[in-house]
């Protein structure tokens, strides 16, 4: 009879332990004290005049959570491999979190920076969590939303473009805003922005450089309404390549230039997200948010 009941013991004890979140299981008698840190979780960026996005975000976040450490990491490999051959590393999400490992971190927000939770989100997000429940590791690693998550920080954001376009800007003229975009589901998200824009104002189009809508997407509904005139802005973090060269480049194929043969005059504003406060402020309220959990 006690050998029966021990092994039931044993069967309750193991469909615990697989229930549980593996941080749970070995945190009751772990006696560290708490240190919390902040890993901050960018795409990357290989032009240095696109830096003062991140020192913008790093500020923001510094003085909305004063004293917490701020590590850095990064998601685009062919940026951390670019950076590399000038000698300078960018660490991954995986490295950043190994390192605040062993610096004995045992509570770490990791927050997106990311425009839209796609594929580099969610790789990201796979990475993470193996670092929660590693023995005498990081007790509790929570993520934060990327700027567009619910449909609230859409509406948000679609007021934050509103806000920041150029104030010299005429009523009749039209401003187009480029994403970078992505075959992710979560392209779906930049939809929904387009159309919360056009009932903030129908003169504002969005446009992605991977995904919907495209580049013949917004020169159709351009040349529909004809303009001759519009504002090209990056609607990507940081105004780094892909705002400088696939945007607004001397090449054929940018989007200034395809525009600009059909004779609609383009106004570049190379300004990223980051650099606006308005924008900012959405990453700074996720990361607060995910703070909240640490007691």
Request: hydrophobic share 45%; net charge positive.
């Amino acid at each position: 009879m006690q050998t029966k009941t021990a092994i039931k013991l044993l069967v309750l004890l193991a469909l615990v332990s697989l229930l549980l979140p593996p941080s749970l299981l070995y945190a009751h008698g772990d006696k560290r004290p708490m240190k919390k840190g902040i890993l901050l979780v960018a795409f990357g960026t290989t032009v240095p005049e696109a830096q003062i996005s991140f020192d913008n975000i790093e500020q923001s976040v510094k003085k909305s959570l004063p004293g917490v450490p701020v590590y850095w990491s990064y998601t685009s490999r062919i940026i951390i491999k670019k950076m590399a051959k000038e000698g300078k590393h960018l660490a991954t999400p995986a490295e950043a979190l190994a390192k605040m490992m062993r610096e004995n971190f045992t509570h770490v927000v990791v927050q997106s920076l990311h425009t839209a939770p796609g594929a580099e989100f969610h790789s990201m997000l796979k990475n993470v969590h193996k670092f929660a429940g590693m023995d005498k590791g990081i007790k509790k690693v929570l993520v934060g939303y990327p700027l567009m998550a619910t449909s609230e920080d859409v509406q948000r954001v679609a007021e934050a473009i509103i806000k920041v376009i150029p104030k010299e800007r005429k009523k009749k003229e039209g401003v187009v805003l480029v994403g970078h975009g992505t075959h992710h589901p979560a392209n779906v998200y930049y939809a929904a922005l387009a159309y919360h824009l056009q009932r903030l104002d129908s003169n504002v189009f969005l446009g992605a450089l991977e995904g919907w809508p495209g580049i013949d997407d917004i020169k159709a509904d351009l040349k529909k309404r004809r303009f001759k005139r519009v504002y090209l802005m990056p609607f990507m973090s940081v105004a780094g390549d892909h705002a400088r060269n696939d945007m607004a480049g001397p090449g054929e194929n940018s989007w200034k230039s395809i525009l600009e043969k059909e004779g609609i005059n383009c106004v570049v504003v190379l300004k990223g997200t980051a650099e606006f406060q308005e924008f900012v402020d959405i990453w700074v309220d996720h990361l607060r948010a995910a703070f909240e959990h640490f007691r």
